[in-house]
Nanobody, 124 residues
Framework: QVQLVESGGGLVQAGGSLRLSCAAS????????MGWFRQAPGKEREFVGA????????YYADSVKGRFTISRDNAKNTVFLQTTSLKPEDTAVYYC?????????????????WGQGTQVTVSS
């Protein structure tokens, strides 16, 4: 089992950047696919991106491709989401999630463990 804690959210102007972090407990962090999802008020939780166990491959939603970057540091049990060129429509609670699936996946049900989320608000 793994516990996840996100941080780094906040209020930023459109065009700005934030770096979100997700710290994981336990000694088996490297065995998990890690993903980021987000949920805006009144909307379904949606996939943002995911990263393989080694960090060698990443997968992004079209809406964030070219603006967001996922990375991980297995020595520090942490996964990151670097966001740039933020838009008001990026406003949401951002969640990290861990999966034992065989490859990075955009499917929410493939992720067994979730953090509590961190709020990102982008003002216009």
């Amino acid at each position: 089992q793994v516990q996840l804690v996100e941080s780094g959210g906040g209020l930023v102007q459109a065009g700005g950047s934030l770096r979100l972090s997700c710290a994981a407990s336990g000694r088996t962090f490297y065995t998990y696919i890690m993903g980021w999802f987000r949920q805006a008020p009144g909307k379904e939780r949606e996939f943002v991106g995911a990263i393989s166990r080694t960090g060698g491959s990443t997968y992004y939603a079209d809406s964030v491709k070219g603006r967001f970057t996922i990375s991980r540091d297995n020595a520090k049990n942490t996964v990151f989401l670097q966001t740039t060129s933020l838009k008001p429509e990026d406003t949401a609670v951002y969640y990290c999630a861990a999966s034992t699936y065989y490859s990075p996946s955009p499917v929410r049900s493939n992720y067994e463990y979730w953090g509590q989320g961190t709020q990102v608000t982008v003002s216009s």
